[in-house]
Nanobody
Framework: EVQLQASGGGLVQAGESQRLSCAAS????????IGWFRQAPGKGREGIAC????????WYADSVQGRFTVGSDNTEKSVYLQMDSLKPEDTARYYC???????????????????WGQGTQVTVSS
């Protein structure tokens, strides 16, 4: 059974940084993509970043480009989302999702991922 565990959320002030981690278990190998999504109250779930371990490809939504970085933490066997220069509008519940057959052109779509973590809350105060 594939399971995803997201961690690292909390309360930070605007301009500060925070790092989220997503640990995946249950895959038979390391060939899968991890997408990061967020959902603010009253809004839909938004795809913001993706790391594809199959070829190292990364993708960022315009809203986080230049401020967020996604990558693989081989020591922890997880995928991280480094969030810098945080803004109050980044406040949301953040989710990681995984799929071993992801078509990279659809990495921003919720429906592209088979497995989801429970999410972690990030709150940015002004």
């Amino acid at each position: 059974e594939v399971q995803l565990q997201a961690s690292g959320g909390g309360l930070v002030q605007a301009g500060e940084s925070q790092r989220l981690s997503c640990a995946a278990s249950g895959f038979t190998d390391d060939d899968y993509a991890i997408g990061w999504f967020r959902q603010a109250p009253g809004k839909g779930r938004e795809g913001i970043a993706c790391f594809d371990s199959r070829d190292g490809n990364t993708w960022y939504a315009d809203s986080v480009q230049g401020r967020f970085t996604v990558g693989s933490d081989n020591t922890e066997k997880s995928v991280y989302l480094q969030m810098d220069s945080l803004k109050p509008e980044d406040t949301a519940r953040y989710y990681c999702a995984a799929d071993s057959d992801l078509i990279f052109s659809s990495q921003y779509q919720v429906s592209s991922y088979d497995y989801w973590g429970q999410g972690t809350q990030v709150t940015v105060s002004s």
